[in-house]
């Protein structure tokens, strides 16, 4: 690993295809079982996408995104920009919600292809009220301010009842709970269906 105080400073490179960017450096990572893949999947970048250029060990390069999330990736290549291209594409909630429903889950993932559960709020509240959160969820439910719940856009913390040792953020809007799960990715449930299934810890609020 590169020591923080050997970092390059003010170098960006651009992203020459998409790429899950992983924790460390691992040459096996594409041919490792999808178990293996979500212990090491951090986030991912895209096709053209502007990302700070950190350090080299070997063929991967260690990248910062435009969310602040680090990890490593190989198809980086030296550009002249010195600025994140964040993607702004603004959207109503419900254009958002009908074009992301049903996509399917992958953890670390951020976009239709495959989404987890903070990755579809960072994605929502990036692309319909242009607020760029953090990746995380535990880092996500530090914006924000607390709520009574049942308004629209409040997130809700919670743990799975079935695994509560795990985090897991949903979208609440017009009565209705959205989020992507391992089983069925984005989907949509009722109050009654959420409180089966999930402890609540917080609620809060982004806008």
């Known amino acids: 690993m590169i020591p923080r ?23 096996d990572y594409l041919s490792l079982p999808d178990s293996e893949k979500d212990k090491l999947r951090q986030t991912q970048v895209f096709t053209g996408e502007i990302v700070q250029h950190l350090g080299t060990e070997g063929a991967f390069k260690l990248i910062q995104k435009y969310d602040g999330t680090k990890g490593w990736v190989k198809a980086c290549v030296p550009t002249t920009e010195k600025l994140f291209n964040v993607p702004r594409k603004e959207t109503s909630a419900e254009e958002f919600l009908r074009e992301w429903k049903g996509c399917p889950y992958v953890f670390g993932g951020i976009s239709k292809s495959g989404v ?4 579809f709020t960072q994605q929502f509240f990036l692309h319909v009220h242009n607020l760029l959160l953090p990746k995380y969820s535990q880092d996500q439910r530090k914006w924000g301010k607390p709520s009574e719940g049942h308004k629209d856009f409040d997130v809700y913390f919670c743990r799975p009842k079935s695994k509560p040792e795990f985090f897991h953020v949903v979208l609440y809007y017009q009565g209705e709970f959205w989020h992507s799960r391992r089983k069925g990715g984005v989907v949509i449930q009722n109050e009654e269906e959420f409180g089966r299934d999930f402890f609540l810890d917080e609620v809060r609020s982004f806008v």
């Open 116 to 119: 987890d559960c903070s990755g």
């Open 5 to 27: 105080d050997m970092w390059l400073k003010e170098t960006f490179g651009v992203m020459t295809a998409d790429e899950d960017v992983i924790r460390h450096p691992r040459e």
